[in-house]
């Protein structure tokens, strides 16, 4: 009887082990996601009102952009940002999920006045960024702006959108 059993087992062995095809792995590919301009954005310092840098931008707007924003991306260049637009002010908090490079980002309130920033957030973390204060509006750009801009809370933006 153990010895049925053993036999058994061993044709069991084989036949699920034949049985398996030795398929090559499948590797899932992405296509990367790229930037697209489609509007221009400038920062004017609150005090002389000079130009204090000019950008071309993407716009999130609907809730899967601003759910997604700049993830996935691998970089973004320095004259390049992503402008996020609610429909009303209210606290806001980021993270930096699946975004793989440092950004700071910019909260603007509804009369485009910055109210607040957080500097170099670290990639691929889930700790909230916290807006601190009521905003309508959401910069993202690459870490180390904000320093070499000297950006200061009270500077304004103005954008405007690309014509299709």
Known sequence: MKLRFILYFIVSIVLLGSSCKNEPKKVVTTEPVVFTKEGELSIFNK???SLIAKLNIEFAETEYETQTGLMYRTSMEDDQGML?????EALHSFYMKNTEFSLDIIFIDADFKVASYQ???QPLTES??????PVQYVLE???G???KWSLDVGDTIEFNRLKP
Do not use: W
């Open 119 to 121: 500097e170099n957030a």
């Open 145 to 147: 702006l904000v320093e």
């Open 141 to 143: 750009v690459n870490a």
């Open 84 to 88: 996020f637009i609610f429909p009303k």
């Open 128 to 133: 909230g960024l916290s807006s601190k204060v």
């Open 47 to 49: 005090d002389s009102d």
